[in-house]
DNA sequence: GTTTTCATGGTGCAGATGCACGATAACAGA
DNA sequence: TCTGTTATCGTGCATCTGCACCATGAAAAC
């Protein structure tokens, strides 16, 4: 029944089950048989929105990133508006946390991508520039809370922004490992914020 | 020339050549004939002395924890003898961030093997214990650092044992995926370290 | 109503991959 | 010297993978 389709909204679909397959069987499981199955649709319909494999993953890649910006952005637009320079930094924390069933299905993909790029000499010039955006957005807000006196002046902001941010890097595998739970991991981050901002 | 061969040295010289391949081109890449192309060896030759090729993979991993595992305990003994508990936190730290092109190899394998097992549902028991292990022998020598008044007794030795390892952790992504170079990822860690042992 | 476009399915094909079977030559032990 | 073990290689095979080509029916355009 061939209405007329939204190609953007079919390849977020098809996307998603291509999510699905990584999560479950790693980036080498990803192929167009198993994620038309996945899908539910036939394998040519894959090679139809996607004409080559590379653009599949290319797009999904992409879309993951465009899934987690957004509700990162989401996160700490809500805290910006508190206006409390703590709940800001948590909140890009929080953001980089797998908490519930799909943010760890964001952040497995992610990992599986990053793994599958640190090797291959991976051109993905949008997982180098996550980690230094983390780190520039914490220096920015804790500058900001010395400003306001909620935070020490004779810490350094840069590096208070890249301890943290590469904790909470570090955090996300050891979830995703088994080695932490997300709440233990919250403790962690809310152990650290404490001890940033005492004074 | 059939001279009798140790068949244990055999095999670490292809899971020497697995690494490579893994490093080159992820665990993806590992193929029988790849990995008998980079050792110099025929294909039969590798399956020869490892039967299945997940036997193959079973092995790698192991033996890159091996390997992992003693650099690190060289370089926390070396530490220990030195009776300086901020040695030795560092030296646990300094074992973990890939530094030269020979630790930056182990660690990109681990990562490709992680990111395999993440999604896999993966049975790694080693990989599970191994952020534990930092975790635990960072406690513990914080705890000794405690008593020896070289660190503050108002801080919580096992978070702060939590925060360093899982900083650690992701420096490690942060050094491979090239947002960090080592020498960044030190002047963090002596900067934390800065922070712990104060007073 | 006819024609054109478009979404979808079926099939085949060349290459790669893991593995099994067989061959051979050099060394070891009798 | 002879026989058996062992390290090594070559080849073939069933399977899977990405991709290309073709078919078809329904909607849209005219």
């Given at each position: 029944m061939p209405k007329?389709?939204?190609?953007?909204q079919?390849?977020?679909?098809?996307?998603e089950a291509l999510f699905r397959v990584v999560v479950r069987g790693g980036v080498s499981a990803v192929t167009l048989r198993a994620v038309a199955a996945e899908a539910g649709?036939?394998?040519?319909l894959v090679q139809y929105y996607f004409p080559a494999k590379d653009d599949m993953l290319r797009f999904a890649w992409r879309?993951?990133?465009e899934l987690s910006v957004a509700r990162a952005a989401a996160e700490v637009g809500r805290a910006l508006e508190s206006g409390d320079e703590r709940a800001v930094v948590r909140?890009?924390?929080?953001?980089?946390?797998?908490?519930?069933?799909?943010t760890r299905l964001l952040a497995a993909v992610q990992i599986a991508y990053f793994a599958a790029?640190?090797?291959?000499?991976?051109?993905?010039?949008?997982?180098e520039a996550l980690?230094?955006?983390l780190v520039r957005g914490l220096a920015e807000q804790i500058t900001l809370a010395q400003q306001a006196n909620r935070v020490?002046?004779?810490l350094d902001a840069a590096m208070e922004a890249g301890a943290l941010a590469t904790m909470a890097a570090g955090l996300v595998t050891g979830i995703l490992g088994g080695a932490y739970t997300a709440e233990a991991a919250f403790a962690l981050v809310d152990y650290r914020l404490g001890q940033l901002f005492c004074p």
């Open positions: 007329r389709v939204d190609h953007q079919r390849r977020c679909e098809i996307a649709i036939s394998m040519n879309r993951v990133v909140a890009y924390l929080a953001a980089v946390l797998p908490s519930d069933e799909r790029d640190v090797t291959r000499g991976g051109p993905h010039p949008d997982e980690l230094p955006h020490s002046p004779a």
